[in-house]
């Protein structure tokens, strides 16, 4: 049977020196790997493009919603006020539309949001998506 470890050469060596010996090229490698991100990561430095959004700013479009909730507190459906007793009757059925599009202001207050969702519910909505947009 043949041992699969084949005996100590007889350098002259000591174990510990033997040992750093195969470590040396294991130090070379990660040392390249790490000058390799270094410099990688200087090359890349580029910043990332503008959303469509963040460059027409200046001429916001009306979001693509079912809903929007106004900082004031105002609801509109399809561009018309609609008063938050007649809501449910000014969407859309929940059958109809599975997930209705919900744009909120940045400054509504999560009890506002809160009070819509329950209402929302109530008129058998159980999937709503909330359009968000980042703040610049």
């Known amino acids: ?21 195969a470590l040396l090229p294991l130090i070379n490698l990660v040392f390249l790997l790490l000058m390799f991100f ?8 580029t910043p990332l493009p503008e959303l469509p959004a963040a460059a027409n700013a200046s001429d916001p479009a009306p979001p693509d919603a079912d809903l929007v909730l106004l900082a004031s507190g105002e609801l509109k459906v399809a561009g018309l006020t609609v008063a938050r007793d007649r809501l449910l009757q000014q969407l859309p059925s929940p059958d109809a539309s599975p997930t209705l599009r919900i744009a909120a202001a940045g400054s509504v207050t999560m009890a506002d949001l809160e009070e819509l969702l329950r209402t929302l519910e109530q008129g058998g909505f159980r999937d709503v998506i909330l359009l968000t947009e980042p703040q610049p």
């Not at 002259?12 to 010996?21: F, Q």
């Not at 270094?38 to 430095?45: C, T």
Request: aromatic residues 0%.
């Open 38 to 45: 270094i410099v990688a990561g200087q090359l890349a430095d």
């Open 1 to 21: 049977m043949t041992e699969l470890v084949p005996p100590p050469q007889s350098s002259g060596k000591s174990l510990l020196d033997r040992v750093e010996d």
